[in-house]
């Protein structure tokens, strides 16, 4: 079991619309840890993906070997939409930035009406959503160039049944 918490982030976009490793596989798997700024390593996000990597081998190596794993449940974060940070209409440069009150609480449930935004001249942008999402990749610095400020998902529990695999 991970030391830390682990969040299933479910993509449901088409293919020719995907942009990372993960989608050019059959069935597409990528871990992200974070966050990190670029060009930084960080003591505890190098020992989590080192910790993620060796329980995804362990996995691997106990499948292949024919366990038996018991079922559950997991809390999956299904993609609704992206949101870019507010910019201004002519010149498009960003004209606000992620509301403190929002800032490090990916995966918290975001309210109609919740801060969202702060912009530079101090006014305070709210969510305008129809119903509450669950926020994560906050403030990411490898996706202002995607103009993505932020993702919000809506989370779902999915059961798991259990299963013995063959040996290989």
């Known amino acids: ?31 992200e840890i974070g966050p990190q700024p670029h060009g930084l ?14 329980l995804l081998l362990d996995w691997v190596r106990l499948f292949n070997s024919g366990a038996q794993f018991e079922g559950g449940s997991v809390d999956v974060y299904t993609l609704v939409k992206n949101i870019d940070y507010p910019r201004d209409p002519h010149t498009h440069t960003i004209i606000a930035a992620v ?18 935004f702060l912009s530079f001249s101090g006014e305070t942008l709210r969510y305008k959503g129809k119903e509450p999402l669950y926020p994560f990749f906050i403030n990411e610095s490898a996706y202002y160039e995607k103009a993505v400020a932020l993702s919000l998902a809506r989370r779902r529990k999915v059961e798991i049944p259990a299963i013995r695999s063959s040996r290989m």
């Open 99 to 116: 509301h403190p009150d929002l800032q490090d609480r990916d995966f918290c449930l975001l309210h109609p009406g919740d801060p969202m």
């Open 41 to 54: 390593i960080r003591a505890n996000i190098f020992m989590a993906m080192q910790e993620a990597v060796q």
């Open 1 to 31: 079991m991970a030391t830390i918490p682990v969040r299933y982030i479910h993509y449901d976009i088409p293919r020719s619309e995907a942009y990372s490793l993960d989608s050019v596989g059959k069935h597409g798997f990528a871990m």
